[in-house]
């Protein structure tokens, strides 16, 4: 089975850096699409960002300018620097790998608060 590892999610003061990590593993190509997801309380879920297997990436309006989204082919891996965090980026932001069908990090809480 397709199992996604993330890490890096924390609290942090506005204004702050986070750097999320998500590792894929079993039988699985490595160059499948992958990005984030977010959710926080009480809102709908959001796509952050994406990023192909060529490094095309796409971002929600809220990310742009803040965020960016990489990816490591080989290392099956895809990263999310987040940089000049606010309050409103607080929400537990999932990995995902798309090969066939969705595969889903556990989810990571990122905490953005004075």
């Known amino acids: 089975q397709v199992q996604l590892v993330e890490s890096g999610g924390g609290l942090v003061q506005p204004g702050g850096s986070l750097r999320l990590s998500c590792t894929a593993s079993?039988?699985?190509?490595?160059?499948?699409?992958m990005g984030w997801y977010r959710q926080a309380p009480g809102k709908e879920r959001e796509l952050v960002a994406s990023?192909?297997?060529?490094?095309?990436?796409n971002y929600a309006d809220s990310a742009k300018g803040r965020f960016t989204i990489s990816r490591d082919n080989a290392k099956k891996t895809v990263y999310l620097q987040m940089n000049s965090l606010k309050p409103e980026d607080t929400a537990v932001y999932y990995c995902?790998?798309?090969?066939?069908?969705?595969?889903w990090g556990q989810g990571t809480q990122v905490t953005v608060s004075s």
């Open positions: 995902y790998l798309y090969s066939y069908k969705y595969y």
């Open positions: 990023i192909n297997p060529y490094g095309n990436r």
């Open positions: 079993g039988s699985i190509f490595s160059i499948s699409p």
